[in-house]
Structure formats: C-alpha cells, structure tokens
T-cell receptor, first 114, second 112 residues
Framework: DTAVSQTPKYLVTQMGNDKSIKCEQN?????MYWYKQDSKKFLKIMFS???????INETVPNRFSPKSPDKAHLNLHINSLELGDSAVYFC?????????????FGEGSRLTVL | SQQGEEDPQALSIQEGENATMNCSYK?????LQWYRQNSGRGLVHLIL?????REKHSGRLRVTLDTSKKSSSLLITASRAADTASYFC????????????FGQGTRLTINP
C-alpha cells in the first residue's frame, strides 16, 4: 500500500482554468503538507495542516486553496491557473511533535500550464 | 535567501568512490535532515540529526553536524550506480517548528 498517494500524477491545462490535486495518507499522521518544486528543483513549503487545522500558510497567492476534510486527506485547489504555476507539487505527511520529524512524500503531481 | 544551501550543486564520481555533499544554513535549528530524490520521484528520508548530535551513521551514510559553523555534511561511502539522485538537506528551524525548509539539492551522478 502506498503511504502517501496523490492524484493526478500529470496535469496539463490551459491558463485561466481551475484544477485540483488530491492527497491521501494511510500512515495515521497528524500533519500534512503541500510543497512546490520548481524547474530548478527548489522545494518550497506552501501549506501545512495539523488535524484538519491550517498551521502554515507561506505567502501563497489566494488562488491556491487547500482543504482538509479529515486528517488523512489534504487537497489543493488552484483557481485561474497561470504559467508560473507550472511545477511539481508534492504532498507530504509527518507525525506531529514539537519539532518537525521525518516527512513522507508522495510521488508528486506535475502541473503544466499552457 | 534560503535557509539551507547545498554544495556542490552537482557532483559526478566513479562507482566505488566516496561522495561528500555539504549543507549550510543560517538560523538555529532543532534538527537537520537529508533526503534523496530519484528522477521523477518523491523525496525519501535518509537520516535525521538533532542539534545536540555531532555525527550519525546509517549503513553507507555518515552525516555530521557542526552547529557552530551552521553546516552539515553527508558522506556516501562505496558509491553505487543506484545512488545517482538529487540529495537535499532540510532544516527544522527553532522559529518555524514543524516546518522543514529545503535547500536546492546536490545532483549526484555515479558513473559505472
């Protein structure tokens, strides 16, 4: 069983469209994250949820809206897609603790905006 | 600027040689972690070293941490072709608990 799974793996869409990426973890972790990896491999945190509560929101445009229906799921919805949104988006999870522990990553969702 | 920066950005060595990658960071940390990313895949956790630890081993991996210099190194001994990947350090800063900040990674190529 895949620990952290995200869908779709590839997403090609036109500018201005709205799209969603889904993530699920079966590790029983309390904390989930979205990271964005650009073409230079730089990995930047976008959001973090702990038990469905938003705890980190890193200066991300409000076109990006995460939603956590339960602690095992964290979805990412993107409105009005722009060329600069093209990247690989990674979902990750970890067990909540006072400090950041090991992150378990999904395989990534490659978004291409044309 | 980023919290963690890896050096070198790219490293190419022969199979069997040792590979050393370095990471420098700017602010005080709770722990530092190293991850591997194979091409087109997600990141995989390799090792975590806490701020009060100086060295840690895991199989062919050896990680050191020097908090006075705000730097860490990852040594892979007896490299194999399967070690070809990008390696990232990530810091859990004291100010930003539960937020791992990644560097840009070192692209390691092991030549057969």
């Amino acid at each position: 069983d895949t620990a952290v799974s995200q869908t779709p793996k590839y997403l090609v869409t036109q500018m201005g469209n709205d799209k969603s990426i889904k993530c699920e973890q079966n590790l029983g972790h309390d904390t989930m994250y979205w990271y964005k990896q650009d073409s230079k491999k730089f990995l930047k945190i976008m959001f973090s949820y702990n038990n469905k509560e938003l705890i980190i929101n890193e200066t991300v445009p409000n076109r990006f809206s995460p939603k956590s229906p339960d602690k095992a799921h964290l979805n990412l919805h993107i409105n009005s897609l722009e060329l600069g949104d093209s990247a690989v988006y990674f979902c990750a999870s970890s067990q909540a603790r006072p400090t950041a522990g090991e992150l378990f990553f999904g395989e990534g969702s490659r978004l291409t905006v044309l | 600027s980023q919290q963690g920066e890896e050096d070198p950005q790219a490293l190419s060595i022969q199979e069997g040689e040792n590979a050393t990658m370095n990471c420098s960071y700017k602010t005080s940390i709770n722990n530092l972690q190293w991850y591997r990313q194979n091409s087109g895949r997600g990141l995989v956790h390799l090792i975590l070293i806490r701020s009060n630890e100086r060295e840690k081993h895991s199989g062919r991996l050896r990680v050191t941490l020097d908090t006075s210099k705000k730097s860490s190194s990852l040594l892979i001994t007896a490299s194999r072709a399967a070690d070809t990947a990008s390696y990232f350090c990530a810091t859990d800063t004291i100010q930003g608990a539960q937020k791992l900040v990644f560097g840009q990674g070192t692209r390691l190529t092991i030549n057969p």
